[in-house]
């Protein structure tokens, strides 16, 4: 079973660019989230989408950061423009919905590790 | 608001020891938590899924133990070895919306 797909690996840009982040979630997975873990932190979550509807994004600074999950499989998070603060690694991951929430294990892919000078 | 907090910070042990790593959190309204592992660089690797209905779970040299109603868990490791060196997470999933909340991390060292 394919995991979950992050790109780029890595980014360097330049305060006030844009930048943008692409994940594909495993196959039949419903729930993404989107995480930002700055360095020596635990991460934190940013957006949370059920399919393509947006369940939890009260943690995302709407100022600069939005995200799409164009028909419920694959998700970009974009930022524009970017501020040094935002240095960080952006983590993607998929779970199952189930009625059986209980058991859902989330699948966390690489990371993008964002620098921005 | 759900808060996950996780003790020690950092850990150094030398290699053959047991050690323990503690998580906690204010709401008990939970599905699971799940303990990661992150190594320098990397994603998050699952390493144990404990649902809210159960005590502990085991998997090799790691055993896991929640108390839902204290907002307690605990990550054992037997037997400690210099790959077991990375940052351990956790993370509960909250009942409301499905939430997925994590501790700061505790960062393991195991010296030869």
């Known amino acids: 079973e394919a995991g979950v797909a992050q790109s780029p690996r890595y980014k360097i840009i330049e305060k006030r660019q844009s930048v943008a982040f692409w994940c594909n979630p495993i196959s039949g997975h419903a729930t993404l989230y989107w995480y930002q873990q700055i360095l020596g932190q635990g991460p934190k979550l940013l957006i949370q989408?059920?399919?393509?509807?947006?369940?939890?994004d009260s943690q995302l600074p709407k100022d600069r950061f939005s995200a799409e999950r164009l028909k419920g499989v694959d998700s970009t998070l974009k930022i524009q423009p970017a501020k040094l603060e935002d240095s960080a690694v952006y983590l993607c991951?998929?779970?199952?919905?189930?009625?059986?929430?209980?058991?859902?294990?989330?699948?966390f892919g690489q990371g993008t590790r964002l620098t921005v000078v | 608001k759900q808060e996950v907090t996780q003790i020690p910070a950092a850990l150094s042990v030398p290699e053959g020891e047991n050690l323990v790593l503690n998580c906690s959190f204010t709401d008990s309204a939970i599905y699971n938590l799940q303990w990661f592992r992150q190594d320098p660089g990397k994603g998050l690797t699952s390493l144990l899924l404990i649902q809210s209905s159960q005590r502990e779970q085991t998997s090799g040299r790691l055993n896991a133990s929640l108390d839902k109603s204290s907002g307690r868990s605990t990550l054992y490791i037997a037997a400690s070895q210099p790959g077991d060196s990375a940052t351990y997470l956790c993370?509960?999933?909250?009942?409301?919306?499905?939430?997925?909340?994590f501790g700061e991390g505790t960062q393991l060292t195991v010296n030869p």
């Open positions: 989408f059920q399919n393509n509807g947006v369940v939890d």
């Open positions: 991951a998929s779970s199952l919905v189930g009625w059986k929430d209980s058991n859902t294990e989330a699948f």
């Open positions: 993370a509960v999933r909250e009942t409301s919306g499905s939430r997925l909340t």
